[in-house]
């Protein structure tokens, strides 16, 4: 069955004040359906809408870190990284993104139908996606908990580039997924918002995202 979250709206002002996210209704990464060492950190994720965007919050709590990747579209699974899979236009076009972010902000960003047909975004430059981090490179690696946090822009102007032009209103519909991993850190571990029903790990698989719902 598949989970919803509805998102709701706000302004840009809104959601630059302090303390904007503590208000907001989170979603909560709590399925490990590959869990081998116990290792389930409690993992939180947000999305609101305004009239230029999404933006996107993650909060994971965790007493330490991995961060070994800083460029874009480096392999940042193998890090501490929270990751958003998407279609905004699940009605009529198979394609979806995944953003993948790690601990201090390095973005993985690839499009296509699946894990195969799919290609990374090289030509967008990651300073439109406004990305801000708890951490960077010099605290990461002194880091001892209690969490870390991960958040950025999608503006509609991108997402119109890869699927042409998008009506985003009260009650549009669409899929996602929101995961946390870690492939190569001190506990290797893999766990997403909506169930996947697959024994191995594979967060590509659209046929178990979550149904998304604009406020």
């Not at 506990?187 to 697959?198: I, L, Q």
Request: proline residues 5%; glycine residues 6%; contains cysteine.
């Amino acid at each position: 069955m598949k989970k919803e979250y509805v998102i709701k709206k706000a302004s840009e002002a809104e959601v630059s004040a302090e303390g904007f996210w503590d208000e907001v209704d989170i979603i909560s990464i709590d399925c490990y359906p590959w869990d081998k060492n116990g290792y389930r950190p409690m993992v939180e994720a947000a999305v609101v809408y305004t009239e230029a965007g999404f933006h996107v919050y993650f909060k994971a709590y965790e007493d330490s870190v991995t961060v070994k990747h800083f460029n874009m579209n480096e392999m940042v699974c193998k890090d501490s990284c929270v990751e958003f899979f998407f279609n905004p236009k699940t009605e009529t076009d198979d394609r979806y993104l995944n953003f993948e972010t790690n601990a201090v902000g390095t973005l993985l960003l690839g499009f296509g139908r699946d894990r195969w047909n799919r290609h990374l975004i090289t030509d967008i430059p990651p300073e439109i996606f406004k990305i801000k981090t708890l951490l960077d490179k010099d605290t990461a690696e002194h880091f001892k908990g209690p969490f870390w946090t991960v958040r950025y822009f999608i503006p509609y102007t991108f997402l119109e580039k890869c699927y042409g032009k998008l009506d985003f209103k009260s009650g549009y519909r669409f899929e996602g997924n929101f995961y946390k991993c870690g492939d190569e850190t001190k506990f290797e571990h893999y766990g997403c918002w909506n169930p996947v029903e697959k024994d191995q790990p594979d967060f590509h698989r659209p046929d178990f995202f979550g149904t998304l719902i604009l406020e």
